[in-house]
């Protein structure tokens, strides 16, 4: 069993709120629109494993240290992990038939700063965007995510709201 912490477009804001929530997390993923590696570094003190990808803000040493998609499993459950996906129905072009060849059973991405949690029955795949962590854009809220891998079993999915959005 594995606890997973999930969020997005911090676009270089730091938030403490980040390792409260994410205490206890074993693995935390970040989706994209990173800003500065620090944000990566200070993950990396609240959990064992952290996995992020490049997002399209992204440049410079995070673009250097950050692939713009990821494929893993955790306990039983294959991952596919990139920025820009968009959501069931109205997915990117190119990713349904990576979700298919990769055989995922869970897609993450963020992008679009607006949180959504849905499953693709045509896919067989849960569709987790977090929102956005960050203050850059035009959210409302500010989003975490976490989540329970058990096995083959994806289980007690939590939305955090950090607050409004402020400039």
Same mark, same amino acid.
């Given at each position: 069993?594995?606890?997973?912490? #999930?969020?997005?477009?911090?676009?270089s *804001?730091?938030?403490? !709120?980040?390792? =409260?929530?994410?205490?206890?997390c074993? @693995?935390?993923?970040?989706?994209?629109?990173?800003g500065?590696?620090?944000? #990566?570094r200070?993950?990396?003190?609240? *959990?064992p494993?952290? !996995?992020?990808? =490049?997002?399209?803000?992204?440049?410079? @040493?995070?673009?250097r240290?950050?692939?713009?998609?990821?494929?893993?499993?955790v306990?039983?459950?294959?991952?596919?992990?990139?920025?820009?996906?968009g959501?069931?129905?109205?997915?990117?072009?190119?990713?349904?038939?990576?979700?298919?060849?990769s055989?995922?059973?869970?897609?993450v991405?963020?992008?679009?700063?607006?949180?959504?949690?849905?499953?693709?029955?045509?896919?067989?795949?849960?569709?987790?965007?977090?929102?956005?962590?960050?203050?850059?854009?035009?959210?409302?809220e500010?989003?975490?995510?976490?989540?329970?891998?058990?096995?083959e079993?994806?289980?007690?999915?939590?939305?955090?709201?950090?607050?409004?959005?402020?400039?």
């Amino acid at each position: 069993m594995k606890k997973i912490g #999930i969020l997005s477009d911090t676009h270089s *804001a730091w938030d403490e !709120r980040f390792a =409260r929530h994410f205490k206890g997390c074993d @693995e935390i993923w970040h989706a994209g629109d990173i800003g500065c590696v620090d944000v #990566i570094r200070r993950l990396e003190e609240v *959990a064992p494993v952290v !996995r992020a990808v =490049r997002g399209n803000i992204d440049s410079g @040493e995070v673009a250097r240290y950050f692939l713009e998609a990821l494929e893993f499993q955790v306990e039983g459950v294959k991952v596919f992990l990139t920025h820009i996906g968009g959501y069931p129905g109205r997915y990117r072009p190119g990713i349904p038939r990576h979700i298919v060849d990769s055989g995922a059973r869970l897609f993450v991405c963020g992008h679009s700063h607006i949180l959504k949690v849905m499953y693709d029955k045509e896919y067989g795949v849960l569709h987790i965007n977090p929102g956005a962590a960050g203050h850059a854009g035009w959210q409302k809220e500010r989003t975490l995510v976490t989540l329970v891998i058990d096995g083959e079993n994806m289980r007690d999915l939590e939305v955090i709201q950090l607050g409004k959005f402020k400039i």
